[in-house]
């Protein structure tokens, strides 16, 4: 069993996989990461290896706690991915996009890909048909749109995003 662990501006989504299919999933808020993790292990003793992808801030505590369960690899600029990284700056390219990048080159090995993630902030990256990725482009997510139209303007009234 193997345990992916999703760190954002906002929430921790954690997933186990066995044999390649997801069996448990959870969205947490940040600061229950701790709580969670014990109980992720308890339920889940034969987790054996834990990939960490951190936009978020996660700690050096933490990522130590994970270690004590499980092999943990934290994703990072220099991990090795399938596809060729031709970002200018790779060292720059957040973990996040990394990670979906990964996983939309793995869906469509041989083909152009655009992938779009609507989070905290929205970002778009592609990879082409030879399996190079191009870099992307980030921009503010739904509630940051939200709040600059409202804080801009003199008439729109603050929205809220629906669940």
Same mark, same amino acid.
């Given at each position: 069993?193997?345990?992916?662990?999703?760190?954002?501006?906002?929430?921790?989504?954690?997933?186990?996989?066995?044999?390649?299919?997801?069996?448990?999933?959870?969205?947490?808020?940040?600061?229950?990461?701790?709580?969670?993790?014990?109980?992720?292990?308890?339920?889940?003793? @034969?987790?054996?290896? !834990?990939?960490?992808? &951190?936009?978020? +801030?996660?700690?050096?505590?933490?990522? /130590?706690?994970? =270690? %004590?369960?499980?092999?943990?690899?934290?994703?990072?600029?220099?991990?090795?991915?399938?596809?060729?990284?031709?970002?200018?700056?790779?060292?720059?390219?957040?973990?996040?996009?990394?990670? @979906?990048?990964?996983? !939309?080159?793995?869906? &469509?090995?041989? +083909?152009?890909?655009?992938?779009?993630? /609507?989070?905290? =902030? %929205?970002?778009?990256?592609?990879?082409?048909?030879?399996?190079?990725?191009?870099?992307?482009?980030?921009?503010?997510?739904?509630?940051?749109?939200?709040?600059?139209?409202?804080?801009?303007?003199?008439?729109?009234?603050?929205?809220?995003?629906?669940?």
């Amino acid at each position: 069993m193997n345990l992916i662990v999703d760190v954002g501006n906002t929430l921790v989504k954690m997933a186990v996989f066995d044999n390649g299919k997801i069996i448990s999933y959870r969205k947490i808020p940040n600061v229950d990461f701790a709580k969670s993790v014990k109980s992720i292990f308890s339920e889940y003793f @034969l987790i054996q290896n !834990a990939i960490v992808s &951190n936009v978020g +801030g996660m700690g050096h505590e933490e990522i /130590a706690m994970l =270690c %004590v369960f499980c092999k943990v690899h934290v994703l990072s600029h220099t991990s090795k991915t399938p596809f060729k990284n031709s970002y200018a700056t790779p060292q720059t390219l957040g973990v996040d996009r990394i990670a @979906l990048a990964t996983a !939309a080159f793995y869906h &469509n090995p041989k +083909g152009n890909t655009l992938v779009i993630d /609507a989070g905290t =902030c %929205v970002t778009y990256d592609a990879i082409n048909d030879y399996g190079e990725y191009l870099g992307g482009a980030i921009s503010p997510g739904i509630g940051m749109r939200y709040k600059a139209m409202h804080e801009q303007t003199s008439k729109l009234p603050l929205l809220k995003k629906r669940p």
